[in-house]
C-alpha cells in the first residue's frame, strides 16, 4: 500500500517541495528505511515516529516493512519537520483516512514521543514556497502558525498534536485558518525599546550615525 | 551603548524587507515563536572570538551567519582590531554585493547580506592615546601591531570615521534636551526619498553609498569655493582617491539631510572630518 504526502525543505533560505512517499509492506519484514538523502535527524524521526503512533493509540504496521523516500531524492535533507508527514503517510497506508489522498496541503512539524507536535526552522520559507507551488492549504506547528499565515494566498491550519492532524485530513471543514493582518502586525512590531536620546552626550557620534543611515554608509568609530 | 541604537534611526522596514528578516532569522531558529512577524531591523554584536563559518555562514548544510541575520539592519563589531584578521577579510564579499556565497563540493548556496557595518575601536591597546586627561603608555610598534590587523582594504570600504571623546562629567548628569529617534529618523527618511527620486532611473542604485563615479560626477557638483577645501584637504591629508569619493558621496548625503541640491562646502568640511582615520594612522 503506497501513500503520498507533501512537505517542504530548507535550502539556503529558500524552501523546495518534498514529496514525501510512503510504502507499507513491500520489503523485508520488520525493516523501516528512510531514503532520499536523510541526514541523521531525518533517520532518527523512525523512532520518535513509532513511539508517537504507539502513545497515541495507532498501530504501526508490525511486522511489515515501512520504506519512505523523500523526492527528490538527490538533495541532502535535514531537520526533523518531516516526522510528521511521514507519520501520516504511515497512517494513510494503513486506511486512516479512508482513501482520501493527502497531496492537498503541505505538513511540516517535529514529532514528540506523545505525539505533541513542536516546532521546526524556516516555516515562514516554506509558506512561501507552498504559494510559489500553488498548494493552498498548509498544515504547521502551532508554534509556527503566525509566522506561516504572514503570506497571503494560502490557508494556514496550526495543530498541536497527531491525532489533530488525524482529524483534520479527515474533517477538514471543523478546522478555521490562522487568520493576520501582516501590515498591522508589522505597525505593532515596529516598536523599539531603546532610544539614543537616552545616550548622554557624543552629539558627534550621533549627527555620523545619522549621516550614515541616511545615505546607507558604513561606520567606524 | 548608541550603536545599539542605530536601528532605531533607519527607516521603517517595508512589508518585503520584514518577511525577508523573519525568514532569515526562521531558518537560523532564533525566531521567538509567538512573535510572527519581525518588525524591528536586526542588531547583531558578534563576540570577537567568532569564527568566519560564525560571521559568513557555513555547516554541512550551511545556515545564515551574522552578516545574513544583520540583513536589512546593522552589523556592529566591538574592537574591531581583536578580530582575526582572516574573519574580517571574509567581509569583503557581502560589503560589495549585499548578499554571501557559501560554496561547497555537493551545493552552493547564496544568503541575503545588505547590512550597515558599524565599528568600534580604541586608539591604541590601552585606550589612551591622544587622550588629554590620561597619558598613553603604549610604544609606536605596539600600536602600528593593534592598528595593522585591520587591512587598508577593508578600512578603504567604511564611509565614516570618528572619534569618540570620553563624556565630560556634565554631559553625563546634565539633562541636556537631545533629540528623540523619531525626530532623526523623520530627516533620515526624507533624506533617503530625495536619493531615491534622484536615482529613479538608474537600476540597481537606491542610496548615495552606492554610487558609482559615473554618478559621483553627475551629482557631487561642488562651488569653486568647495574645489579649494577639497584641494586642500587631499594634499595636506594625503587622501587616496577612494577617499575623495567617499568624502564626496558623504557630503551629498549630508546636504540631502539638509535638503540642499547643492553641496556646499559646509556639508563638504562635515565629510571631510569624517576621515580622521585616514590622517591619524593610514596617511
Redesign the interface.
Known amino acids: 500500500m503506497l501513500s503520498k504526502a507533501l512537505s517542504a525543505a530548507v535550502f539556503g533560505i529558500d524552501a523546495y517541495v518534498v514529496e514525501v512517499e510512503v510504502d507499507v509492506g513491500s520489503g523485508r519484514m520488520g525493516d523501516f528505511n528512510v531514503v532520499g538523502l536523510p541526514d541523521i535527524a531525518v533517520k532518527e524521526s523512525r523512532e520518535r515516529i513509532k513511539s508517537a503512533l504507539k502513545n497515541c493509540g495507532f498501530e504501526f504496521p508490525n511486522p511489515q516493512s515501512v520504506t519512505i523516500n523523500l523526492a527528490p531524492a538527490d538533495i541532502r535533507k535535514e531537520g526533523s519537520g518531516f516526522d510528521l508527514p511521514m507519520a501520516l503517510g504511515i497512517l494513510g497506508c494503513q486506511g486512516t483516512f479512508f482513501g482520501k489522498p493527502l497531496n492537498g496541503q503541505l505538513f511540516l512539524g517535529e514529532l514528540s514521543l506523545d505525539g505533541s507536535v513542536r516546532p521546526v526552522r524556516g516555516t515562514l520559507s516554506a509558506a512561501l514556497c507552498a504559494r510559489e507551488q500553488g498548494i493552498r492549504n498548509v498544515v504547521v506547528p502551532e508554534a509556527n502558525a503566525r509566522e506561516a499565515a504572514v503570506v497571503e494566498g494560502i490557508e494556514v491550519y496550526a495543530i498541536r498534536s497527531l491525532p489533530q492532524a488525524v482529524d483534520l485530513v479527515n474533517a477538514p471543514e471543523s478546522f478555521k485558518p490562522v487568520q493576520l493582518d501582516a501590515r498591522a502586525l508589522l505597525a505593532d512590531a515596529a516598536q523599539y525599546p531603546l532610544d539614543p536620546r537616552d545616550v548622554r552626550g557624543q552629539q558627534g557620534a550621533k549627527r555620523a550615525l545619522e549621516v550614515a543611515c541616511a545615505g546607507s554608509h558604513k561606520s567606524f568609530s | 551603548?548608541?550603536a545599539?541604537?542605530?536601528?532605531?534611526?533607519?527607516?521603517?522596514?517595508s512589508?518585503e524587507e520584514?518577511?525577508e528578516r523573519?525568514?532569515?532569522h526562521?531558518?537560523?531558529?532564533l525566531?521567538e515563536?509567538?512573535?510572527?512577524?519581525?518588525?524591528?531591523r536586526p542588531f547583531r554584536s558578534p563576540r570577537h572570538t567568532i569564527s568566519d563559518a560564525g560571521l559568513i555562514g557555513g555547516g554541512?548544510?550551511?545556515r545564515?551567519g551574522e552578516v545574513?541575520l544583520g540583513h536589512n539592519g546593522v552589523l556592529f563589531l566591538d574592537e574591531?582590531p581583536e578580530f582575526q584578521r582572516n574573519v574580517l577579510e571574509v567581509l569583503r564579499q557581502p560589503?560589495e554585493e549585499g548578499a554571501v556565497t557559501i560554496s561547497r563540493a555537493?551545493?552552493s548556496?547564496?544568503?541575503?547580506a545588505r547590512f550597515?557595518?558599524?565599528?568600534?575601536?580604541n586608539p591604541c591597546p590601552c585606550g589612551f592615546f591622544d587622550d588629554s586627561s590620561h597619558e598613553c603608555h603604549c610604544t609606536p610598534p605596539q600600536i602600528q601591531r593593534y592598528v595593522s590587523k585591520i587591512s587598508g582594504p577593508l578600512?578603504d570600504?567604511?564611509?565614516?570615521?570618528?572619534?569618540?571623546p570620553a563624556?565630560?562629567y556634565k554631559?553625563?548628569r546634565?539633562e541636556?534636551a537631545?533629540?528623540?529617534?523619531a525626530a532623526?529618523r523623520e530627516?533620515?527618511v526624507r533624506?533617503?526619498k530625495r536619493?531615491l527620486e534622484r536615482f529613479a532611473s538608474e537600476k540597481r542604485i537606491?542610496?548615495?553609498?552606492?554610487m558609482p563615479p559615473k554618478l559621483i560626477r553627475k551629482h557631487c557638483a561642488i562651488s569653486a569655493e568647495g574645489e579649494k577645501l577639497l584641494e586642500t584637504a587631499v594634499t595636506r591629508l594625503g587622501l587616496s582617491a577612494r577617499a575623495h569619493d567617499r568624502i564626496l558621496?558623504?557630503a551629498?548625503?549630508?546636504a540631502?539631510?539638509d535638503s540642499a541640491a547643492d553641496i556646499a562646502s559646509r556639508h563638504l568640511s562635515?565629510a571631510i572630518q569624517?576621515r580622521t582615520?585616514d590622517r591619524t594612522y593610514w596617511a
Open positions: 551603548m548608541l545599539m541604537r542605530i536601528p532605531t534611526i533607519f527607516p521603517p522596514m512589508l520584514a518577511i523573519t525568514r532569515i526562521s531558518v537560523a531558529g525566531l515563536d509567538a512573535l510572527g512577524l519581525v518588525g524591528t554541512a548544510m550551511p545564515p545574513s574591531l560589503l555537493a551545493l548556496v547564496t544568503f541575503p550597515m557595518l558599524a565599528a568600534a575601536m578600512l570600504r567604511i564611509d565614516i570615521h570618528i572619534d569618540v563624556v565630560k554631559e553625563l546634565g541636556a537631545t533629540e528623540d529617534s532623526v530627516r533620515v533624506a533617503r536619493q537606491y542610496a548615495n553609498a552606492q558621496k558623504v551629498r548625503t549630508i540631502d539631510l562635515e569624517y582615520l
